[in-house]
């Protein structure tokens, strides 16, 4: 099983839509999650932390259920410029320090 | 302004030879990490180093070499062990909440 699993898509949906992603992690002692933004053949991005208590930042809602292991995006009103690759990223305290896994990515594409 | 920079964006290398891939940061981090990125597959840790003249191995580290003179620069060696060194290679460091923020990333291509 892999420690981060994203359904890879693609998504394609149109402008104005909203749009939620899940992931899964397997590991249990996972410690902070996050999202990041990945355009074509650039670096990822940080897109948001993901806390407990569930956040948000204009039309990005993320949230985290540590009981059955999953945090989820959702992007309301969604635009052209959102697509992207979205990352799920989990961190790991290790011996060795922090470790970030980083799932696969699901592809978000949105279409007029 | 703070950020990181990697260089070059593009590196063409023959089969045999070792390159070097540069990364800078001038964000005041302790923590740096090197990544590579294939299609279709996330990103995957070669090397990180959580302090100057300290690093440590990664998932996949076979086949690279790193070094930690400097708190700013954190320099990836691919070398001719590497099997399947084309790739797209990240490099980042580490923030206050423990996010990672990363270079542009620099192309191998082997010819």
């Known amino acids: 099983r892999k420690e981060v699993e994203q359904d890879p898509g693609p998504f394609n949906v149109p402008e104005g839509a909203t749009v939620a992603f899940n992931c899964t992690y397997s590991?249990?002692?996972?410690?902070?999650f996050f999202w990041y933004r990945q355009d074509c053949r650039k670096e990822p991005k940080l897109l948001m932390s993901?806390?407990?208590s569930g956040n948000e930042d204009g039309r990005f809602t993320a949230q985290l259920n540590r009981a059955s292991q999953y945090i989820s995006l959702l992007i309301r009103d969604s635009k052209l410029s959102d697509s992207a690759t979205y990352l799920c990223?989990?961190?790991?305290?290790?011996?060795?320090?922090?470790?970030?896994?980083f799932g696969t990515g699901t592809q978000l594409k949105v279409e007029l | 302004d703070g950020g990181i920079t990697q260089s070059p964006k593009y590196l063409f290398r023959k089969e045999g030879q070792n390159v070097t891939l540069s990364c800078e940061q001038n964000?005041?981090?302790?923590?740096m990490y090197w990544y590579r990125q294939d299609p279709g597959q996330g990103l995957r840790l070669i090397y990180y180093?959580?302090?100057?003249?300290?690093?440590q191995k990664g998932d996949i580290a076979e086949g690279y070499s790193v070094s930690r003179e400097k708190k700013e620069s954190f320099p990836l060696t691919v070398t001719s062990a590497q099997k399947n060194p084309t790739a797209f290679y990240l490099c980042?460091?580490?923030?206050?909440?423990?996010?990672?923020?990363f270079g542009p990333g620099t192309r191998l291509t082997v010819l």
């Open positions: 993901v806390y407990s």
């Open positions: 980042a460091s580490r923030g206050e909440i423990n996010e990672q923020f």
């Open positions: 964000l005041n981090h302790d923590a």
């Open positions: 180093s959580q302090i100057v003249n300290d690093f």
């Open positions: 990223v989990v961190r790991i305290l290790t011996g060795g320090g922090n470790k970030l896994t």
């Open positions: 590991n249990s002692a996972s410690q902070s």
